[in-house]
């Protein structure tokens, strides 16, 4: 008797982001990370063609009813639900990168890492203004715990980033960047040191680079950070609810939504529709209509709102705060996907950056469905 369950795939992973799953092997695939900045307490795992960050780490995870075996030397493996086989995933290996140190002795690893399958992500300065305090920081971030344990360095420098870049496409086929940065004093925002990487990077090797930095003061930098190279820009809401906003990231939350929405504006006109997105964590308190609303009105401009499940990250004030059900994800991804399809706004279309890894949420899955 077939003891394997069919689930489709944007359900599955919506399953397995709000529930986490467990490790028979917790070394299976490449090393994850506990806590720090991007997605933390996860794993990758590739299910149906399309690599997904799983939490592994977190409190949820250790009683998920998903169970994913011991991988062979493939790294394929299955994974059950309450003893029923609902498939194979696999895990990507360890880069070669990884094996590589700067002519300073820091490892690579430290410099940039490899999120879902092909995709280097570096945090360009692991500190930030809105972590010095408890009264500021944003309530789920984490950026500052792996620079405590010696896990990365305080600022990669751009002859760090371009190196490593380099060979991480040479060695395993990274195929577009992530910079991000904790926000430094001034006006800019971050945007001058993630030009400046840029810059760096492009003149090393040929890999499309998103930056993620809050809103700069000044729109100039857009078109300065376009001209160093960068191919997509990301500022991120987060929260979308303003007194929400207020309580989950006090220091944050003092740069209103109505200059995001000027900033977004400005940052289409010189990236492009589509090149421009922004993050939302759903589960957070937002409400299913909150969320949708403000969507509609970013689509509208030619931003692309990348909607992921909010994810506790161990050792931050929101880690017993609960992962959103499954449920509410599909109230939200359905029509989301349907909203971008229609107005031609898709992950496979962003040239660099989270939305089109989309490896932290099920909506490119539902886009996918959509246009199969």
Same mark, same amino acid.
Do not use: N
């Given at each position: 008797m077939d003891n394997t369950t069919f689930l489709p795939t944007e359900t599955l992973i919506n399953e397995l982001q709000s529930f986490g799953a467990r490790l028979v092997d917790p070394k299976a695939g490449h090393e994850s990370r506990r806590g720090g900045a991007g997605p933390s307490d996860h794993k990758a795992l590739t299910i149906d063609g399309m690599t =997904?960050? =799983?939490?592994?780490?977190? /409190?949820p995870a250790f009683e998920s009813p998903y169970l994913v075996e011991k991988p062979d030397e493939a790294g394929k493996s299955r994974i059950s639900r309450d003893g029923r086989v609902l498939g194979e995933v696999s895990f990507p290996l360890r880069p070669r990168f990884y094996e590589r140190s700067t002519a300073d002795g820091i490892p690579y690893s430290q410099i940039a890492v490899l999120h879902g399958r092909d995709v280097l992500a570096t945090t360009v300065l692991q500190t930030c203004?809105? @972590?010095?305090s408890r009264t500021k920081t944003c309530q789920f971030c984490a950026i500052g715990q792996s620079l405590a344990a010696g896990r990365t360095v305080a600022h990669k420098t751009p002859e760090q980033l371009a190196e490593v870049a380099k060979a991480a496409v040479e060695l395993d086929g990274v195929k577009h960047m992530v910079m991000t940065t904790g926000t430094p004093k001034g006006p800019d925002r971050g945007a001058s040191i993630l030009a400046d990487s840029a810059r760096a990077i492009k003149a090393a090797v040929d890999l499309p680079i998103q930056a993620q930095c809050e809103p700069? *003061?000044? !729109?100039?930098?857009? +078109?300065?950070m376009k001209e160093a190279g960068v191919d997509a820009l990301g500022m991120h809401l987060e929260v979308v609810t303003p007194e929400l906003r207020e309580r989950i990231m006090p220091g944050k939350a003092q740069v209103p939504i109505s200059k995001y929405m000027t900033s977004f504006k400005a940052a289409v006109e010189v990236f492009g529709r589509g090149q421009v997105s922004t993050y939302i964590?759903?589960? &957070?308190? !937002?409400?299913? *209509?909150a969320? &949708?609303?403000?969507? *509609? #009105?970013?689509? /509208?401009?030619?931003? @692309?709102?990348? =909607? =992921?499940?909010?994810v506790?990250? +161990?050792?931050?004030?929101?880690? +017993?705060?609960? /992962?959103? #059900?499954p449920d509410f994800m599909h109230s939200i991804l359905g029509p989301l996907s349907k909203m971008l399809v229609d107005s031609g706004l898709k992950a496979v279309d962003i040239k660099a950056g989270c939305g089109k890894c989309g490896a932290c949420s099920a909506l490119s899955s539902y886009e996918r469905m959509l246009t199969k």
């Open positions: =997904v960050m =799983v939490p592994v780490h977190t /409190a203004i809105r @972590y010095q700069p *003061e000044d !729109d100039i930098w857009f +078109s300065i964590l759903a589960g &957070l308190g !937002d409400t299913r *209509e969320i &949708l609303d403000i969507c *509609e #009105k970013l689509v /509208a401009i030619g931003v @692309y709102p990348f =909607v =992921v499940p909010f506790p990250i +161990s050792g931050t004030p929101l880690e +017993s705060h609960p /992962a959103p #059900k």
